[in-house]
């Protein structure tokens, strides 16, 4: 399974509407991919736009279709919602365009059926990777941090 994902990163997105009764209008996966635009923008500080695959084959496809089971049982009408969207994710040069263990950022902007814009920024490297950190005060410290924000100490690599 490991091997069907070398070269891709998978990103599952989810965008819905609230009504005032406040119920939850999912977008479909075409309504949410037709204003989509996904960037990266690596450590040394270039950005890069990223398109998701549309033609997916093979074990990869296997591993897509068996997380969709997978997210709706475990999060419901949500997880039924969700879409996964496989990127590519090798430069020309075979290195990784988005690597989860290096600084940078990945930027998505969605469209909602209104027009307006929702940006969300997911910052690199993920915190989820990594043994949890802790300030001096005893509040959770993202590993991309050099000083507590609280109290201003260095904290320990």
């Known amino acids: 399974m490991l091997d069907a994902m070398e070269g891709v990163t998978l990103l599952a997105l989810v965008q819905a509407d609230v009504t005032l009764l406040g119920h939850f209008d999912y977008y479909n996966r075409n309504e949410i991919e037709k204003n989509l635009e996904i960037s990266v923008i690596a450590k040394d500080g270039k950005r890069f736009t990223i398109e998701p695959m549309q033609e997916i084959e ?4 296997q591993v897509v279709a ?3 089971p997978v997210m709706a049982g475990a999060m419901g009408n949500l997880g039924r919602s969700m879409e996964i969207f496989v990127l590519d994710n090798k430069n020309a040069d075979g290195s990784k365009v988005i690597d989860s263990y290096e600084s940078g950022q990945i ?3 969605m469209v909602r059926r209104d027009g307006s814009v929702m940006d969300s920024t ?3 490297p993920m915190n989820c990777l990594y043994v949890p950190r ?3 005060n005893g509040k959770d410290a993202h590993i991309s941090w050099k000083f507590c924000p609280w109290t201003g100490v260095p904290l320990e690599d």
């Open 122 to 124: 997911i910052e690199l």
């Open 134 to 136: 802790k300030c001096p």
């Open 107 to 109: 930027d998505i902007r």
């Open 58 to 61: 093979g074990d990869l496809q």
């Open 66 to 68: 068996a997380l969709e």
